[in-house]
């Protein structure tokens, strides 16, 4: 980009003095960073966890620098109250009672007079649509009503830079998409310059004007968003590959040299003009109808109000080692369904019975699983399966989080410890709320493979589509408070033009059994090699 | 009921200052006049009021507790007194009088009113209107309090999902008292750590929004009208009127050993026809704007 650097960053390091077992050691969490900002662009940070981004981020605003070694210089041309920062959880960012205190509590914090605060306030909350909650109570908001809150609270200060540390992962699909469109017009209306961090860019990818992929404390590649990702798949290592978005990966397995699609309708287009010879594609096929039944629920009626029934004249048999996803959009019921089923609420109106030796139940917030102070005591317990527990901190590569508290981990590696706790036990049912909210592919596909192995039923309640349909046995969608309807997890996606995978959005017309990237591979595949 | 009655009610809408200056007069009202029918007819006010603006659910379930407490203290002062001279009857060679009795009468009501005048308060002056009567003279406190106003109900909330997580997780059968205390234990550490935890992401947050970097004001929600301050005099100088009658001696009311008769004549009724109509403004109020509405409904209907 042609306009000037508002930050550039020469040769920055970083180091936390860690304190761990009675000892203090040095873990450089950033080393020979350089990277401008640009005024007006969108940049994005991607990497594995752990790889430094948010430090690197952190660094950028004085008032949220964490404590460490700072080295090496970060120049900048705009003042630290002009540069906002908004990070990952939204619960933890609105601290009163009600929604307009929070939006105040900036310019209140900076002894605005009256008027400007009046006349902010008013172009802020018109600007984006957000009358009807100014009233409510922050409780009463949806994880990504909540981030847009915080969001505008700090835009009250009329900021330059935005820094958003992980802003969407956190959030469901579709909450995250009504917060990225609020960054685009952020970005396109106003010309904020936007720098955030991601670690599963699916979401993110196409608002990104310029890429920044990070491993190990260090920058790898750093250029325009369609380059880097080029430069990703040409890395030839899994590892990286696996944080290309879906679409981008299919369309540089198609064609290398095309550049990089980063939307659907770019996949689409490109797919049709490309005219594949395509193979038929095995299907594979359990069937699960007479099996033994775990779940049996008849006619279940249950309501947290006397506004609406949650749930309503609900029919659902689940089979022994059935792997099934529950789908559906917010407030669909899905987290009450799990929670019925795992005993923690009792149905109003119909009979819900489970059997069951051991069941292990996911919560959606994760911090209400832990108990303990370190992940192996919390893993640990008298009658386990010592070699299992070996091999799974093996497979999850728990090794250097076991000595951690669960707190101070990503969110990904508590979803990896809570995981392991559950398997350990031995569980003939397991019930996942969002399991793969902050997950990456490579260990998604562990998981998938750990849970099969136990030879467990799993429920899963999951707004992640790529993932039900790579590993589901069958899929049942929920709408307004019932079983819209039941399938495998194949035919769920096919005939599916809006509710399905951004592969089965772009091939949708030319094969509808094309619905997960390993479809591509295998119907085109031989071609790119 | 009660939030469809706030949200167009003229009285609601007011500033929290006149607010404040209402209830100041009720409460001074119940507290200065002695005359057990004065109160009766606060009491009656304090109902009105809370069934109207805090709806007949809140009301019930306050007085579920309300009535116990006020009857138990009638109870007490007739068993527990002797003063005053007409016996009505001997209860194990104790006397009870008259006297004691209608003393006990205005205690109840007195307390009952004050208990009840609360849950109108709540409603009336819910907790961002309270914070902004105290922000400016304790910005910080009043900030604090908000925020533990929040933190509460979410605390609770949480003890109860891990309690939830946690039974199903490890069950066990073991019933025994120590086990109990043990897990309870855990739970709590787990739960005070998750705060704490997450105190520090909020400290962090309130830093990067430039907290404490200057003097904190409060953001300008609610203007003082010509309204307001009719009410607020109206309010104000009811409140000095009965002071300056308490400091006369005009509010007093005899119980013992003999209690004065209980009727309302010459100034006395001056005074309890102020008391009535003040304290019964807010209605006077809803009944005006209920006609004016009605006659807006009227009126479109024909034309």
Same mark, same amino acid.
């Given at each position: 980009m042609a306009s000037k650097a508002l930050i550039s960053i020469k040769n920055m390091g970083f180091t936390y003095d860690n304190y761990i077992q009675g000892k203090t050691r040095k873990k450089v969490a950033l080393k020979g960073i350089n990277l401008d900002i640009y005024e007006g662009e969108i940049l994005l940070i991607m990497g594995p966890s752990g790889c430094g981004k948010t430090t690197l981020l952190r660094n950028l605003k004085k008032e949220a620098a964490p404590y460490g070694n700072l080295s090496g210089k970060i120049e900048s041309l705009v003042d630290s109250s002009k540069i906002s920062i908004v990070f990952s959880n939204p619960e933890t960012q609105l601290v009163t009672t009600s929604v307009l205190s929070d939006l105040a509590l900036s310019m209140e914090n900076l002894s605005y007079d009256a008027y400007t605060q009046k006349k902010r306030m008013s172009e802020t909350v018109s600007y984006f649509g957000i009358e009807d909650l100014l009233h409510r109570h922050p409780d009463t908001l949806s994880g990504g009503q909540k981030q847009i809150i915080s969001l505008c609270s700090q835009l009250m200060v009329h900021p330059e830079i935005l820094l958003l540390d992980e802003p *969407?992962?956190?959030?469901?699909?579709?909450?995250?998409?009504? #917060? /990225?469109? /609020?960054?685009?017009?952020?970005?396109?209306?106003?010309?904020?310059?936007? &720098?955030?961090?991601?670690?599963?860019?699916?979401?993110?990818?196409?608002?990104?004007?310029?890429?920044?992929?990070?491993?190990?404390?260090?920058? &790898? !590649?750093?250029?325009?968003t369609r380059n880097t990702l080029k430069d990703l798949w040409l890395s030839h290592e899994v590892k990286r590959k696996d944080f290309l978005p879906v679409v981008s990966k299919c369309s540089l397995f198609l064609d290398e040299k095309r550049p990089t699609c980063i939307t659907p309708k770019e996949l689409k287009l490109m797919a049709k003009s490309l005219d594949l010879p395509t193979k038929q594609i095995q299907k594979r096929h359990d069937d699960f109808i007479n099996a033994e039944k775990v779940v049996k629920i008849r006619e279940l009626f249950f309501a947290y109000d006397r506004e609406r029934y949650a749930l309503r004249n609900l029919n659902l048999d689940i089979s022994k080692n059935e792997f099934l996803c529950i789908m559906g959009s917010n407030g669909s019921g899905k987290s009450t369904l799990l929670k019925i089923i795992s005993g923690i609420l009792k149905p109003h109106i119909g009979k819900a019975k489970a059997y069951y030796k051991q069941i292990q139940y996911m919560p959606q917030d994760l911090n209400s699983f832990f108990t303990e102070?370190? *992940?192996?005591?919390?893993?640990? #317990?008298?009658?386990?399966?010592?070699?299992?527990?070996?091999?799974?901190?093996?497979?999850?590569?728990?090794?250097?989080?076991?000595?951690?508290?669960?707190?101070?981990?990503?969110?990904?590696?508590?979803?990896?410890? *809570? =995981?392991?706790?559950? $398997?350990?036990?031995?569980?003939?049912?397991?019930?996942?709320?969002?399991?793969?909210?902050?997950?990456?592919?490579?260990?998604?596909?562990?998981?998938?493979? $750990? =849970?099969?192995?136990?030879?467990? /039923?799993? &429920?899963?309640?999951?707004?992640?589509?790529? #993932?039900?349909?790579? !590993?589901?046995?069958?899929? &049942?969608?929920? #709408?307004n408070g019932e079983i819209a309807y039941s399938m495998d997890a194949k035919s769920f996606f096919k005939e599916n033009r809006y509710y399905t995978t951004s592969v089965n959005r772009s091939f949708g017309q030319i094969d509808s059994n094309l619905v997960l990237f390993e479809d591509i591979e295998n119907a085109y595949g031989g071609k790119g090699e | 009921m009660g939030i469809r009655n706030r949200v167009i009610s003229p009285f609601y809408i007011s500033h929290p200052v006149t607010l404040l200056t209402y209830f100041t007069a009720l409460l001074s009202c119940i507290f200065i006049f002695k005359n057990p029918l004065f109160t009766a007819v606060a009491f009656i006010v304090c109902c009105i009021l809370a069934i109207y603006y805090a709806g007949f659910d809140r009301f019930l379930k306050s007085v579920r507790w309300i009535v116990p407490i006020g009857v138990l203290v009638l109870i007490l002062n007739i068993f527990l007194v002797h003063r005053g001279s007409t016996v009505l009857f001997y209860f194990?060679?104790?006397?009870?009088?008259?006297?004691?009795?209608?003393?006990?009468?205005?205690?109840? %009501?007195?307390?009952?009113s004050v208990m009840t005048a609360f849950i109108s308060f709540n409603a009336l002056i819910d907790s961002t209107r309270f914070l902004y009567l105290f922000s400016n003279v304790l910005p910080k406190t009043s900030f604090v309090f908000d925020m533990a106003l929040r933190y509460i109900p979410l605390f609770k909330k949480r003890a109860s999902d891990l309690s939830a997580v946690q039974n199903v997780n490890n069950k066990t059968n073991q019933k025994n008292i120590k086990d109990k205390?043990? @897990?309870?234990?855990?739970?709590? @550490?787990?739960?005070?750590?998750?705060?704490?935890?997450? +105190?520090?992401?909020?400290?962090?947050?309130?830093?990067? @929004?430039?907290? +404490?970097?200057?003097?904190?004001?409060?953001?300008?929600?609610?203007?003082?009208?010509?309204?307001?301050?009719?009410?607020?005099?109206? %309010?104000?100088? %009811?409140?000095v009127f009965i002071y300056i009658n308490a400091f006369l001696g005009e509010t007093d009311f005899v119980f013992y050993p003999v209690t004065d008769r209980l009727e309302i004549k010459g100034y006395t009724l001056i005074i309890f026809l102020t008391m009535t109509v003040t304290i019964f403004f807010p209605f006077i109020l809803e009944g005006f704007t209920a006609i004016k509405r009605g006659c807006t409904k009227i009126w479109l209907q024909k034309h």
């Open positions: *969407v992962s956190q959030l469901d699909p579709i909450s995250a998409l009504e #917060f /990225t469109d /609020t960054l685009r017009r952020l970005n396109e209306e106003l010309g904020i310059t936007i &720098v955030m961090t991601e670690h599963r860019p699916d979401d993110v990818i196409s608002l990104a004007h310029r890429l920044v992929y990070m491993e190990q404390a260090e920058v &790898v !590649y750093q250029d325009d102070d370190t *992940v192996h005591e919390q893993m640990a #317990f008298s009658e386990m399966d010592e070699s299992y527990y070996i091999s799974l901190t093996n497979q999850l590569n728990l090794e250097e989080l076991l000595h951690k508290h669960p707190y101070d981990l990503s969110a990904g590696e508590q979803q990896k410890a *809570v =995981l392991a706790c559950m $398997l350990l036990k031995k569980p003939d049912l397991i019930i996942l709320d969002e399991p793969t909210k902050s997950m990456d592919p490579s260990l998604k596909r562990t998981i998938s493979g $750990l =849970l099969k192995t136990s030879e467990a /039923t799993v &429920v899963c309640a999951t707004h992640d589509l790529e #993932f039900a349909a790579s !590993y589901a046995t069958r899929c &049942v969608m929920l #709408f | 194990l060679y104790n006397p009870i009088t008259k006297e004691a009795m209608i003393y006990g009468i205005y205690n109840m %009501f007195m307390l009952m205390i043990t @897990k309870s234990g855990t739970y709590l @550490k787990a739960l005070t750590a998750w705060t704490l935890e997450e +105190g520090m992401d909020t400290a962090l947050s309130l830093k990067v @929004k430039n907290y +404490g970097t200057r003097k904190k004001v409060h953001y300008a929600r609610y203007r003082y009208t010509i309204r307001d301050i009719i009410l607020t005099v109206i %309010f104000l100088s %009811f409140s």
